[in-house]
């Protein structure tokens, strides 16, 4: 791996098998599965896909949906092996893919600060310490002993975020947290995002926002059903992306 390099990606593919019918229990499972008779629709998802990120660098994803964008960053994460290929990947990680993954629901916000410090393997001392700094940039101090089974998406999306960055990753994904909450929480979100970059982190970038992604991000790759499109600076590929959509 390149020494300059955070994440390499090499030649990665990702073949999903998507059951034809719909089983609605365990047994009929097993029966189906022991007589052979479970059909399924083969989804590629990636196909031979190559990039790297080089450390301290905004890189942003874009394609439209079912591109396979967030397919990648799961493998990047480690949440899903690829099918075939490799990624090589150097630094802690604070991946913020799907809105409340790791959050225990039942819990409220203060129990689910140190359950996802646990997760992510700080200690509690160590969560302890920064507490107030995520409470603070939350802005959910009122309502940090309800459960967040009680939160709209938008609080999710506060929380989430201020626990991710709070604890100064190496490499933050980003899967359109951004597009969630309003205006001011946005600004919010880019002034940490400029202020982890500027400290050397690295951030590997998903919206759906063409103007987010030019303003953010460094270089970009542009996917198309699961196949590089393209990848360079990122203002050359949205206009690119842009101009074919």
């Excluded at 409340?100 to 819990?107: R, V």
């Excluded at 939160?151 to 999306?157: H, L, T, W």
């Excluded at 947290?177 to 929480?185: N, R």
């Amino acid at each position: 791996m390149n020494r300059d390099n955070v994440i390499e990606v090499e030649n990665v593919s990702m073949l999903f098998n998507l059951s034809r019918e719909k089983i609605d229990n365990f047994k009929e499972y097993v029966v189906r599965m022991l007589k052979r008779q479970l059909f399924y629709d083969e989804f590629q998802a990636l196909q031979d896909v190559s990039f790297s990120v080089k450390r301290g660098e905004t890189f942003g994803l874009v394609g439209l949906n079912g591109a396979g964008k967030s397919t990648m960053l799961k493998i990047i994460a480690g949440v899903l092996k690829p099918t075939s290929g490799k990624v090589s990947v150097q630094g802690n990680m604070a991946p913020l893919i799907e809105l409340g993954a790791g959050f225990n629901f039942d819990l409220t916000a203060k129990e689910n600060i140190y359950l996802n410090g646990a997760i992510l393997g700080h200690s509690r001392e160590y969560m302890e310490s920064r507490y107030d700094e995520i409470v603070d940039f939350s802005e959910l101090r009122k309502f940090i002993d309800v459960p967040i089974k009680n939160y709209s998406s938008g609080m999710v999306a506060r929380l989430a975020f201020s626990i991710a960055t709070m604890i100064e990753p190496e490499i933050l994904i980003v899967d359109e947290v951004l597009a969630v909450g309003d205006y001011k929480f946005q600004e919010k979100c880019k002034e940490k995002m400029s202020s982890l970059l500027n400290g050397g982190a690295t951030v590997l970038f998903v919206s759906h926002s063409s103007e987010q992604v030019k303003e953010i991000c460094d270089n970009a790759i542009w996917l198309e059903q699961g196949r590089v499109r393209m990848i360079g600076s990122a203002n050359d590929v949205i206009n690119a992306y842009s101009g074919a959509s």
